[in-house]
């Protein structure tokens, strides 16, 4: 089972930047579709972006469009999300995920 690890949560203003990594141990398949999730405080979590892992195909939610990347780097087993333009609705805890595994999240604040 793959297990990950996310980190580059913080605090940013309105408007600012922040790129999350999600670290991933053990074996990701080909086939394999990696998602970036959120929580709000209240609220359901919410997924954000998703890559295939052997086709690279991107996936995002319409309010990140333009604004978030998903990458992967498959020598690294990482994937790592960069967020431009944040705005204060971008205020969660961001997790990673594939299928039942989940890493414990980084917080993302988003205030001015």
């Known amino acids: 089972q793959v297990q990950f690890v996310e980190s580059g949560g913080g605090l940013v203003q309105p408007g600012g930047s922040l790129t999350l990594s999600c670290e991933a141990s053990?074996?990701?398949?080909?086939?394999?579709?990696i998602s970036w999730f959120r929580q709000a405080p209240g609220k359901e979590r919410e997924f954000v972006a998703s890559?295939?892992?052997?086709?690279?195909?991107?996936t995002y939610r319409d309010s990140v469009k333009g604004r978030f990347t998903i990458f992967r780097d498959a020598a690294k087993n990482t994937v790592d999300l960069e967020m431009n333009n944040l705005k204060p609705e971008d205020t969660a805890v961001y997790y990673c995920?594939?299928?039942?595994?989940w890493g414990r999240g980084t917080q993302v604040t988003v205030s001015s």
């Open positions: 995920n594939l299928r039942d595994s």
């Open positions: 053990g074996t990701i398949y080909a086939l394999d579709i």
């Open positions: 890559v295939h892992w052997r086709l690279n195909k991107k």
